[in-house]
């Protein structure tokens, strides 16, 4: 499958700060999801997005699925420790089949 | 929720021969499981889909012959890398498919080739 452009693609972010990333894509996708990486660990699903311009929270996340189908966001507000790792935004297509941005590690400086 | 256990969770193997990874779906039948290869500091980038009772079907780039995989039961996908070399060290990630297609992982494999 494709490569999603995902960015930033770092970022170092104060506790308490709230975090943004984005991915953008050359293709529709009928499903935007968002996922969190632990080292060592498989991803897990954060927010899953099915309708285009959706907007859906789960606690101090909050992910929005583009009008366009072509794009998403992920917010974190607040940042806390617990919060580094890497995220992943992935878009899924018909065959269930995902592509996966290149992953934005945070970092939270205490 | 859907519950996906793959093992080993890490492996080392000498080079030439063979690893068995499992993947399997725990509280829920599997019609479809698909397979991923992250390489350090990268993204996950599909292998193959895994289908009950029929062959994969492969990505572009991926050999076939080398990434053997079986799906036998609607719990079960097995991938197995053959003659196994060190550029195949990687780590390596199933999901499932259920009904509603939750989006589960596994907890990955590392395998380590010497």
């Known amino acids: 499958g494709q490569q999603l452009n995902q960015s930033p693609q770092s970022m170092f972010i104060q506790e308490g700060e709230d975090v943004s990333m984005n991915c953008t894509s050359s293709?529709?996708?009928?499903?935007w999801l968002w996922y969190k990486q632990d080292p060592g660990e498989g991803p897990v699903l954060l927010i899953a997005?099915?309708?285009?311009?959706e907007l859906t929270s789960n606690g101090r996340l909050t992910a929005q699925f583009g009008i366009t189908r072509k794009d998403s966001f992920l917010n974190i507000s607040a940042s806390i420790p617990s919060d580094v790792g890497i995220y992943f935004c992935?878009?899924?297509?018909?065959?269930?089949?995902?592509?996966f941005g290149a992953g934005t590690t945070v970092t939270v400086r205490a | 929720g859907a519950v996906v256990s793959q093992h080993p969770s890490w492996v080392i193997c000498k080079s030439g021969t063979s690893v068995k990874i499992e993947c399997r779906s725990l509280?829920?039948?599997?019609?479809?499981m698909f397979w991923y290869r992250q390489f350090p500091k990268q993204s996950l980038m599909l292998m193959a889909t895994?289908?009950?009772?029929?062959?994969?079907?492969?990505e572009q780039g991926v050999e076939k012959d080398k990434f053997l995989i079986n799906h036998a039961s609607l719990t079960l996908s097995t991938l197995t890398v053959t003659s196994a070399h060190p550029e195949d060290s990687s780590f390596y990630i199933c999901?499932?498919?259920?009904?509603?297609?939750?989006?589960?992982f596994g907890s990955g494999t590392r395998l380590t080739v010497v």
């Open positions: 999901s499932a498919r259920d009904s509603g297609w939750t989006g589960t």
């Open positions: 293709s529709i996708f009928n499903t």
């Open positions: 997005l099915y309708k285009a311009g």
């Open positions: 992935a878009g899924r297509s018909n065959d269930y089949k995902l592509s």
């Open positions: 509280d829920f039948q599997a019609t479809t």
């Open positions: 895994s289908n009950e009772g029929s062959k994969a079907t492969y």
